[in-house]
């Protein structure tokens, strides 16, 4: 799955696309597959990459952020 970083000029906010990936993925998931896509995304994507890893990250303290 490929994340779309225009989903929130759309009106999904970021806790949703957040609540939408970890129970595709649990917390760790999430966080590997947004790092992931950080890696293949363009640099005009990663901004909204880097809010929604944080924000994972801040739900769930026990996930390592790197």
Do not use: T
Request: hydrophobic share 40%; glycine share 4%.
């Amino acid at each position: 799955m490929i994340l779309n970083p225009f989903k929130l000029k759309a009106g999904l906010a970021l806790s949703e696309e957040a609540d939408d990936l970890e129970a595709r993925f649990g917390p760790a998931g999430a966080v590997r597959h947004v790092r992931d896509q950080i890696a293949l995304s363009r640099r005009s994507a990663r901004q909204h990459l880097y809010r929604l890893h944080d924000e994972i990250v801040r739900r769930h303290p026990s996930v390592s952020p790197a």
